[in-house]
């Protein structure tokens, strides 16, 4: 019996509306799911990804024909991301979700019957080619994490992957969350507002981490490979009944981002040249920013250290049952 499954669907998204505004997600407002449509009906599949990259990524794979390959049609609809999609998923208005590990544990923490089919974005191995960035004025006195010690940290959304790898950041100065103060604002308006002084430092990603540097900013640490190189942030998610019902459905989809995480992997200049025809970025942005890591199956040990740090820092006080939460 899997660990998950729940009495009922309601009762899940009664439990999911509290996540949203007392635990993490990657949207401030409304958890109603909004921007999706109904679930799909026999080989086609309703997934919500978050907008931008991610979203771009599954845009490139549908495009190259990877999830055709698998017999199935995906209809990709962009969301805000975060657990503002897990509503959507419980009530069967999408069939998969793109979201974020932290708010998929916290979710499954609190007994949601979803179930992780497969890897979203993950980051470098390398910290120079992290897609994320703490970021300083060009002239600030801040020189490395240490000098944080009371400062204001600008991110898009409070208690979430946020909180997870600037502890990470932290802990090495010997520091804690709690000796900075999260200042929750959107992706635009942090380099403008980090420039100005209204925050010491900001967590960026890309592409913003790229109009921050051409803005002036300046990067003190790259907080995704900090916490672990390679550092899956994002999944996929099913609910446990789809699962069980047809975990070959599951299994199509994963083979299908699996292929496409592998095309772009030995091609990423195919991938960067189409992003401007399949997203709103502009082709010498796209040329010049630091572009997630995908690998289709979940990485386990991630799941583990985010887990951990969830644990230390208060974000969950359940257990993980790995087995039971990831479906293979």
């Known amino acids: 019996m899997r660990r998950l499954r729940t009495t009922g669907t309601a009762a899940a998204l009664a439990g999911l509306l509290v996540l949203g505004s007392a635990a993490c997600t990657d949207y401030g407002g409304d958890l109603s799911g909004a921007n999706v449509s109904g679930g799909g009906d026999g ?73 992780m089919i497969a890897a979203g974005t993950s980051t470098s191995a390398e910290a120079e080619d992290d897609f994320s960035s703490l970021m300083v004025p060009e002239n600030s006195q801040v020189t490395d994490p240490a000098d944080l010690d009371g400062g204001r940290i600008a991110v898009n959304t409070l208690q979430n992957i946020n909180d997870v790898v600037i502890h990470a950041v932290l802990a090495e100065a010997g520091l804690d969350n709690d000796d900075v103060s999260f200042v929750e604002m959107p992706f635009p308006d942090m380099p403008a507002a980090i420039e100005r002084g209204d925050v010491d430092a900001g967590l960026l990603i890309e592409p913003f981490a790229t109009i921050g540097r051409s803005q002036g900013l300046r990067d003190i640490a790259r907080p995704y490979t900090a916490t672990r190189p390679g550092l899956q942030i994002g999944t996929y998610l099913m609910t446990s009944e789809k699962v069980e019902d047809d975990p070959e459905r599951a299994a199509a989809f994963r083979a299908g981002v699996t292929a496409t995480a592998e095309a772009i992997a030995s091609d990423p200049e195919a991938f960067r040249e189409a992003l401007p025809e399949i997203s709103d970025l502009a082709p010498e942005l796209a040329s010049r920013m630091d572009i997630p890591v995908w690998r289709g199956t979940t990485d386990r040990e991630s799941i583990e250290t985010i887990h951990a740090a969830m644990l230390d820092i208060g974000l969950t006080d359940a257990e993980l049952d790995y087995e039971e939460s990831v479906a293979e």
Do not use: C, H, K
């Not at 080989?43 to 990524?57: I, K, R, Y």
């Not at 024909?65 to 698998?70: A, D, N, T, V």
């Not at 975060?82 to 916290?106: F, M, R």
């Open 43 to 115: 080989d086609t599949l309703v997934v919500s990804e978050t907008a931008g990259t991610p979203a771009s990524f599954l845009a490139y794979g549908i495009r190259e024909g990877y999830f055709e390959e698998q017999g199935l049609d995906v209809e990709l609809s962009p969301s805000a991301g975060g657990a503002s999609v897990i509503p959507a998923l419980l009530s069967g208005d999408i069939d998969v979700a793109g979201s974020n590990a932290v708010s998929a544990l916290i979710a499954m923490g609190r007994r949601m019957p979803i179930e």
